[in-house]
């Protein structure tokens, strides 16, 4: 089954303490890309990758860090979570960049940071 | 960043009636998009559209590219109780990269 898979899906941790949610894919998909969501503010894009070593920054990009070592997997890295990291995050892919490929969103991780 | 507002942000109809619902921005975007997202899911494209007028209906969807290519509108014809969520819109920025989504329109379906 084509999917987009996050771990953990609940995660509630401590400020500072380092702290990484994993994001694969099994679609051999080119783009991926983080997102967190909040009440009120829709969907925010922290980073985004279009291929293999290649990583952008999105809209909200403070206090985050990506890597992109193999094609299927896309980590989403707080170095020291603070509580303004509490939040919904959401990992997508698509098959190219945005224009024609339809994002394909995981299930979703629900961070709590005291 | 680049602000998407969407209208209304709330939303409770009855079963069968119509849904109207708006997105604008700033900036001009070249593509438009909306999704739903049902409780405890991620998102979903519904639409896409990629030029300024464009009309494309997805079974009881309409979506239409506004042409000052600032906006973009969803219908939902004859609403269902399955039509319950949270539709977002969202633009793509001029590097074809880059995604920015509206602030939502919560739909509550009333059978």
């Known amino acids: 089954e084509a999917q987009v898979t996050q771990n953990p899906r609940y995660l509630i941790t401590v400020t500072g303490k380092k702290l990484t949610v994993t994001c694969s894919q099994n679609?051999?998909?080119?783009?991926m890309s983080w997102y967190r969501q909040d009440p009120g503010l829709g969907l925010r894009q922290i980073y985004y990758?279009?291929?293999?070593?290649?990583?952008d920054k999105g809209d909200v990009p403070e206090g985050y860090k990506v890597s992109r070592k193999e094609k299927r997997n896309f980590p989403l890295i707080l170095e020291s979570p603070s509580p303004n990291q509490t939040s919904l995050y959401f990992c997508?892919?698509?098959?190219?960049?945005?224009?024609?490929?339809?994002?394909?969103f995981g299930p979703g991780t629900r961070l709590l940071v005291l | 960043g680049q602000q998407l507002n969407q209208s209304p942000q709330s939303m409770f109809i009855q079963e069968g009636e119509d849904v109207s619902m708006n997105c604008t921005s700033s900036s001009i975007f070249n593509t438009w998009l909306w999704y739903k997202q049902d409780p405890g899911e991620g998102p979903v494209l519904l639409i896409a559209?990629?030029?300024?007028?464009e009309l494309t209906s997805n079974g009881r969807l309409t979506a239409q590219f506004g042409i000052t290519r600032k906006d973009s509108f969803l219908n939902i014809s004859a609403s269902i109780p399955s039509d319950v969520g949270i539709y977002f819109c969202a633009g793509l920025g001029n590097t074809g990269n880059q995604f920015y989504f509206g602030t939502g329109t919560s739909l509550t379906v009333i059978p």
């Open positions: 990758s279009m291929n293999v070593e290649v990583t």
């Open positions: 559209l990629y030029k300024a007028g």
């Open positions: 997508a892919s698509s098959s190219s960049g945005g224009a024609f490929g339809t994002q394909y």
């Open positions: 679609m051999n998909h080119e783009y």
